[in-house]
T-cell receptor
Framework: DTEVTQTPKHLVMGMTNKKSLKCEQH?????MYWYKQKAKKPPELMFV???????INESVPSRFSPECPNSSLLNLHLHALQPEDSALYLC????????????????FGEGSWLTVV | AQSVAQPEDQVNVAEGNPLTVKCTYS??????LFWYVQYPNRGLQFLLK??????LVKGSYGFEAEFNKSQTSFHLKKPSALVSDSALYFC?????????????FGKGTKLSVKP
């Protein structure tokens, strides 16, 4: 069972709404990730946080705004989304450190299904 | 640039038969390779990884994978397939920079195990 918890599991929002996706992990990991996955496609990286600081932004539109309030929590704030943003949003976490020591396995949550209408 | 390729969109296997899901990689430097499984309407579950050491890696649910450097492959295998193994399987390579990496996934292979 995954130890990365995402809420809500399903979210339907209008194009003018503001909503947030939340993610929590208690594995002591200091790297956290947001991935976006369209149906029957591989996940695509959006953001990476390392020690609560944004380290990677894969040129994601500003209508997606990540936030890492502490080492256990990761949020994705959503505003003025488009219907094409409808997808499964996956949160993940991993240890930070030299790969051969930490292993750096990335563990995923169950995802939040987002529908923009 | 790091990349992985999964040449098969779908693999069909009869229950009890061995299964193989193929993955080839292209990396600069040492390859750090992973397999994940995704059941319908679920997140990704980690199966196994190759970082270094023994070329045969054993993972969850009876799966194993063989790292072959000369063929740049990391095929996923299981000696006896179960209907419950039916799912979408992703091979991934770690894109490693700085103190942590992120995953680059193949397109995925749908495994269908029939009774």
């Amino acid at each position: 069972d995954t130890e990365v918890t995402q809420t809500p599991k399903h979210l339907v929002m209008g194009m003018t709404n503001k909503k947030s996706l939340k993610c929590e992990q208690h594995m002591g990991h200091r790297a956290m990730y947001w991935y976006k996955q369209k149906a029957k496609k591989p996940p695509e990286l959006m953001f990476v946080y390392s020690y609560e600081k944004l380290s990677i932004n894969e040129s994601v539109p500003s209508r997606f705004s990540p936030e890492c309030p502490n080492s256990s929590l990761l949020n994705l704030h959503l505003h003025a989304l488009q219907p094409e943003d409808s997808a499964l949003y996956l949160c993940a976490s991993s240890q930070v450190g030299p790969l051969l020591i930490s292993g750096n396995t990335i563990y995923f949550g169950e995802g939040s299904w987002l529908t923009v209408v | 640039a790091q990349s992985v390729a999964q040449p098969e969109d779908q693999v069909n296997v009869a229950e009890g038969n061995p299964l193989t899901v193929k993955c080839t990689y292209s990396v600069s430097g040492n390859p750090y390779l992973f397999w994940y499984v995704q059941y319908p309407n679920r997140g990704l579950q980690f199966l196994l990884k190759y970082i270094t050491g023994d070329n045969l890696v054993k993972g969850s649910y009876g799966f194993e994978a063989e790292f072959n450097k000369s063929q740049t492959s990391f095929h996923l295998k299981k000696p006896s397939a179960l209907v419950s193994d039916s799912a979408l399987y992703f091979c991934a390579v770690m894109n490693y920079g700085g103190s942590q990496g992120n995953l680059i996934f193949g397109k995925g292979t749908k495994l269908s195990v029939k009774p």
